[in-house]
């Protein structure tokens, strides 16, 4: 069995040669490094992209929009220029992507995303979701395949924090915790820090 150090490597350097530059090639590796440690199947789907662009390489993308419609586009370059921008796309919220090529490929920059603005995000294309979670997790919904050579639409959707549980639960929850508060005493006031210190000021 590859190490996750062997995937990233091989990864980067097989994206070099069909094209990227080092730098991408350097995120590149360690995307698919992300996907296979959540057991996501990002070496076979970049093996086959990889072979699709060695000839004709894809267009870079330079700015995310609300909808961005290219005529096909390229996960790598979408993925790299949304975690780039993700601050300022915070804002937009809802961000889609149309005819991208091996989709799956565009989801560790997305968690990566995640994790730099704090907020869960939802990604979705055909019938499969994926919630990543500041790049610890990502839980998917629908996988019916290993591979998706195209998809006609990703939909992300940059998530506002709230809490799982009801404000009554958190209420019920704490008045118990207060059951282990100690009353103050002068006793535990004397061996609090600091105390018997002179104050040589």
Known sequence: MQSLSEVDTTSKRASKAAGFSWGIAEEIGK???SLELFGLPGVINLNLYLKKVKKRHP???NKIEKDNKNRVSCPIYSGVAFLDQCKQLEAIKTIKFYNVDYPLLILPFISKASEILGKKILMQFNSTSFLTNFNRSILSKNIDTQICR???????EILENKNSFSEKDWKELYKLSEE????ETESLRSKGAGAGLTDND
């Open 31 to 33: 995307a698919i490094r």
């Open 59 to 61: 267009n870079k993308i």
């Open 150 to 156: 195209l998809t006609n639409e990703i939909k992300i």
């Open 180 to 183: 282990t508060f100690v009353e």
